[in-house]
C-alpha cells in the first residue's frame, strides 16, 4: 500500500479519536457551565447565557457520532463517506464559531445584568426563603459580604430586624462570630458582585478557550481531508500506458 494512504488514513483515524475526545471534553465544559450557573439561579443569570452552552452540548453529541463516521469512512476509503465527513465538520466548526460570537457578547453583558437582580436577591432576604439560600451559599462560597460590601446590609430589612447584625453567611471562617455589625473584623467585609463577576466571567472564558482549541482542531481536520481528496484525485486521472 502507498505510504501516502497509510499516513493519511492515520491522520484520519486520529481525528475521529480527537472527535471522541474533543465530544467529551466539551460534554464536561457545557456540564461544568451549566452547574456552575445554577448556583446562583437565584441571580437570575441572563437565559440567553446558556445559548453558548446548549451549542457546546449539540456540537459534543455530534462529535461523537461524526467520530464513527470518520473512523468507518477512512476504513473503508468512502469517498462519500469522506465527503459527509468534511460536511459535517464544516457545520460543526460553524457552530463553535457562533458559540466563541454568543460567548464573548455574554461575556459583555455580565456586568449589567448582575446589579439589579442581585441587589432585589438581596433586598429579600429573610434567612428562611429560597432567595435567603441562594446568598448564604453566595456569601459562604465566595466568601463574600452585601452586594458592594458588608455595609450594604445596613440599609436591608433584614439588618432593622435582627438587631442590627448581618447573616452568618457573612463571617469568616472558625471564628466566634454572631453577624453583629459592630465586629467587622469577623465579618468578610468584600463585596460579593465583583466576586460573582469574576467566577462567572473565569467559567465562560474556560469554556471559551475549549472551544476555540477545538476550532482550530477542526480548521487543521478540513485542511487533511481536502489533501486526501486532491491526492486521490490525481490519482484517478493518471494516464494509462500500455
Not at 430586624?161 to 468584600?190: R, W, Y
Request: aromatic share 10%; with cysteine.
Amino acid at each position: 500500500m502507498d505510504c501516502g494512504i497509510v499516513a493519511s488514513k492515520t491522520v484520519l483515524l486520529l481525528l475521529s479519536l480527537i472527535f471522541w475526545v474533543a465530544g467529551a471534553a466539551l460534554a464536561f465544559v457545557g456540564s461544568y457551565v451549566i452547574s456552575s450557573y445554577k448556583n446562583f439561579d437565584g441571580f437570575r443569570v441572563d437565559k440567553y447565557a446558556f445559548i453558548p452552552v446548549a451549542i457546546i452540548l449539540a456540537v459534543a453529541i455530534v462529535m461523537f457520532i461524526v467520530g464513527i463516521i470518520g473512523c468507518c469512512a477512512t476504513l473503508r476509503e468512502s469517498r462519500v463517506g469522506l465527503g459527509f465527513f468534511l460536511l459535517i465538520i464544516l457545520l460543526i466548526f460553524a457552530a463553535e464559531v457562533t458559540a466563541l460570537v454568543f460567548g464573548v457578547i455574554y461575556r459583555a453583558k455580565v456586568n449589567g445584568e448582575l446589579d439589579k437582580s442581585m441587589n432585589e436577591v438581596f433586598e429579600k432576604y429573610d434567612g428562611k426563603n429560597s432567595e435567603s439560600k441562594t446568598v448564604d451559599y453566595l456569601q459562604t462560597q465566595l466568601k463574600c459580604c452585601g452586594v458592594l460590601n458588608y455595609t450594604d446590609w445596613s440599609t436591608r430589612p433584614y439588618f432593622i430586624s435582627h438587631n442590627k447584625s448581618v447573616p452568618i453567611s457573612c463571617c469568616k471562617a472558625n471564628t466566634t462570630c454572631t453577624g453583629q455589625f459592630n465586629h467587622p473584623e469577623l465579618l468578610n467585609t468584600k463585596g460579593c458582585k465583583t466576586q460573582l463577576e469574576q467566577l462567572l466571567q473565569n467559567v465562560l472564558s474556560t469554556g471559551l478557550l475549549v472551544v476555540m482549541g477545538f476550532a482550530i482542531l477542526k480548521l487543521l481536520g478540513i485542511l487533511s481531508i481536502c489533501m486526501i481528496a486532491c491526492r486521490s484525485s490525481r490519482n484517478d486521472y493518471q494516464p494509462l500506458y500500455s
